[in-house]
């Protein structure tokens, strides 16, 4: 197992090189660069969200994004101030050049500071990481605490009514979209038009720091309340359907049949013999269900409910073209993405020592 980890941790080098490539090299042909950005901030015509069509919000659709050219919206501005702005954003360099360097800080861990935020990237994602692990990590224990308990009842009552009433309840969620669920959650628990149970927006009240420990547990609890419904609603479906089809699965294999005849009762048989091994595929994608929810953390829920997390930010920074903070976040998430991926296979072995990688490789 220890050669297995070796190699796939060596993999990591070229993976990353490649997704760093790829973008860097689309990045390159994106109209509505950091210049034209800058200019059009200069200018007082643009904004982050005015870009979102590449034209930075100077009115014009032609900008071009070469060192050599011409800005459309700089004119009546000197090139020696267009030159300026080129080398302070690094553009004064050939792109294979650029490409490097980013490399060899990436290396040490040193991802810049964001073009238009005047703070690091590195500070800038601490800041946004609670609402991101938030909405990722309470979304996923949710989504398995209900779903295991609901695909096991499901795989036992396969067929009756409660499975059918159940399986229509779950697709029909699976069915709304969140950022609509999150809207119906407003209007009906925020004050929209019948109780103001659950706060509006935010992730803390403003006494936050007021308020006792226990006050905090609550008040955290009061305000995740309605986003993380809105966000884990429709992973419940897959998970509940995986689980109880695997569970049916295990139940027609012959060890099951032959602890039946041994005299074992149901659950004797359900929680002593089939459930580790159909959980397996269940509980070892643990890892990979929660960094797909913590990436997945949706734009549109953190507007919804004014939450400033890794989504928004992500979003601002591509449209606005600050690359340092896109580069970097796309860096440390794929990463964390394929470090992820190795800790996933580890718990495949955790829960059933019997697979073996190398042996499968070999």
Same mark, same amino acid.
């Given at each position: 197992?220890?050669?297995?980890?070796?190699?796939?941790?060596?993999?990591?080098?070229?993976?990353?090189? @490649?997704?760093?490539?790829?973008?860097?090299?689309?990045?390159?042909?994106?109209?509505?660069?950091?210049?034209?950005?800058?200019?059009?901030?200069?200018?007082?015509?643009?904004?982050?969200?005015?870009?979102?069509?590449?034209?930075?919000?100077?009115?014009?659709?032609?900008?071009?994004?070469?060192?050599? #050219?011409?800005?459309?919206?700089?004119?009546?501005?000197?090139?020696?101030?267009?030159?300026?702005?080129?080398?302070?954003?690094?553009?004064?360099?050939?792109?294979?050049?650029?490409?490097?360097?980013?490399?060899?800080?990436?290396?040490?861990?040193?991802?810049?500071? %964001?073009?238009?935020? =005047?703070? =690091?990237?590195?500070?800038?994602?601490?800041?946004?990481?609670? *609402?991101?692990?938030?909405?990722?990590?309470? %979304?996923? +224990?949710?989504?398995?605490?209900? #779903?295991?308990?609901?695909?096991?009842?499901?795989? *036992?009552?396969?067929?009756?009514?409660?499975?059918?009433?159940? %399986?229509?309840?779950?697709?029909?969620?699976?069915?709304?979209?969140?950022?609509?669920?999150?809207?119906?959650? +407003?209007?009906? $628990?925020?004050?929209?038009?019948?109780?103001?149970?659950?706060?509006?927006?935010?992730?803390? =009240?403003?006494?936050?720091?007021?308020?006792?420990?226990?006050?905090?547990?609550?008040?955290?609890?009061?305000?995740?309340?309605?986003?993380?419904?809105? #966000?884990?609603?429709?992973?419940?479906?897959?998970?509940?359907?995986?689980?109880?089809?695997?569970?049916?699965?295990?139940?027609?294999?012959?060890?099951?049949?032959?602890?039946?005849?041994?005299?074992?009762?149901?659950?004797?048989?359900?929680?002593?013999?089939?459930?580790?091994?159909?959980?397996?595929?269940?509980?070892?994608? $643990?890892? =990979?269900?929660?960094?797909?929810?913590?990436?997945?953390?949706? +734009?549109?829920?953190?507007?919804?409910?004014?939450?400033?997390?890794?989504?928004?930010?992500?979003?601002?920074?591509?449209?606005?073209?600050?690359?340092?903070? *896109?580069?970097?976040?796309?860096?440390? $998430?794929?990463?964390?993405?394929? *470090?992820?991926?190795?800790?996933?296979?580890?718990?495949?072995?955790?829960?059933?020592?019997?697979?073996?990688?190398?042996?499968?490789? @070999?």
């Amino acid at each position: 197992m220890g050669a297995y980890i070796l190699r796939r941790l060596l993999l990591i080098i070229p993976t990353l090189l @490649g997704i760093m490539l790829i973008n860097f090299a689309l990045a390159q042909f994106v109209p509505g660069g950091p210049v034209e950005q800058a200019i059009a901030r200069i200018q007082g015509e643009g904004n982050v969200f005015g870009g979102f069509d590449g034209s930075a919000g100077t009115g014009n659709n032609d900008l071009n994004t070469g060192s050599d #050219s011409t800005y459309v919206g700089a004119r009546g501005l000197p090139p020696e101030f267009i030159a300026e702005l080129e080398k302070e954003f690094g553009f004064d360099k050939p792109p294979v050049q650029r490409f490097l360097q980013m490399l060899a800080n990436y290396a040490r861990f040193d991802f810049g500071e %964001s073009y238009f935020r =005047s703070a =690091s990237v590195v500070e800038l994602i601490k800041e946004k990481l609670p *609402v991101s692990i938030t909405l990722g990590l309470w %979304s996923t +224990l949710i989504a398995y605490m209900v #779903s295991i308990p609901l695909g096991i009842r499901k795989a *036992v009552k396969d067929g009756t009514p409660f499975d059918t009433w159940t %399986s229509g309840a779950i697709i029909a969620g699976y069915a709304i979209p969140g950022f609509l669920f999150g809207i119906l959650l +407003l209007v009906l $628990f925020a004050g929209g038009s019948y109780w103001q149970i659950f706060p509006l927006r935010g992730l803390t =009240s403003d006494n936050f720091e007021a308020l006792s420990a226990w006050g905090k547990v609550k008040d955290y609890a009061w305000h995740i309340t309605l986003p993380v419904i809105a #966000s884990s609603i429709a992973g419940f479906a897959t998970l509940t359907l995986l689980t109880k089809n695997s569970f049916l699965d295990e139940m027609k294999k012959q060890y099951v049949m032959t602890a039946r005849a041994k005299g074992l009762s149901e659950s004797a048989v359900l929680y002593g013999h089939v459930f580790r091994n159909a959980m397996l595929i269940v509980i070892a994608g $643990f890892p =990979s269900v929660f960094i797909g929810v913590f990436f997945g953390a949706s +734009l549109i829920i953190e507007t919804i409910f004014s939450l400033d997390g890794l989504g928004r930010l992500g979003f601002e920074a591509a449209v606005a073209r600050d690359y340092p903070i *896109v580069f970097g976040t796309l860096f440390i $998430f794929g990463l964390i993405s394929l *470090v992820v991926g190795i800790l996933s296979d580890l718990m495949y072995v955790l829960v059933d020592p019997r697979i073996d990688f190398e042996r499968r490789e @070999g």
